[in-house]
């Protein structure tokens, strides 16, 4: 695929998820963290998305994630990955790229803030499946509504069974290999951003993926962090 390719296809994407946005905003609607009528996110779960980001170790990968992963804050991921709730975006943005921040801040002292150009912000991408059904890109989009340019260097590959209800093992087991580099990473720093960590396994295989490809991993950052065995009641197609 060229360039001019590339560009046509982001462009695409960036329409998208503005029709999406404008489409959530014009409909009547609940607040998806609670069901109150005529908010799309009211006070109370608003506040709850004002998290402080903090560290968790999966394997010996650091992942900065910005929020724990309770009913309300599960509630509103689900809602904006697979119910078109694109309304809770800006919330969830801000979330992320303080997670992003803290991330690059650890790092290294030479990583000082998100738009250091020699760190990657390299997205964990979506199956064929949940992409067929969104037709957007979450954590691409929460990346950008915070003015941060997400990279798509990793693709999925093979088939992957619905994380729900595996233990850790069967989770790391079901993900390992499913990932690839699209070209060699020689030389590149690289930051793996997804939207919601729980075993680490789909972040670990990322990681596998791009120090294959030569590249080198300098941490993690997600949205939230379960620190659950087993799902909330809500339930994505897209579980880690």
Known sequence: MTDDRWGVRAGLDVVRDALLEAWAVLMPTECSGCGTPDLALCAACADLLRGTP???????????????????????????????????????????AGAVAAALAAAA????????????????????RAWRARGFHPVDLLLGRSGLRPVRLLRAQGRVADQVGLGREQRLDNRRGTLIATRPLDGHRILLVDDIVTTGATLLDARRAVLAAGGTVVGAATVAETRRHQPVDTRSRETD
């Open 54 to 96: 903090a560290p968790a170790g999966r394997d010996t990968l650091t992942i900065w994630s910005a929020l724990e992963y309770t009913d309300v804050v599960g509630r509103v991921l689900v809602a904006y990955k697979d119910g078109g709730r694109t309304d809770a975006a800006p919330a969830l943005a801000a979330a992320l």
């Open 109 to 128: 002292p030479a990583v000082a803030a998100p738009g250091d150009a020699a760190v990657l912000l390299v997205t964990v991408p979506s199956s064929r």
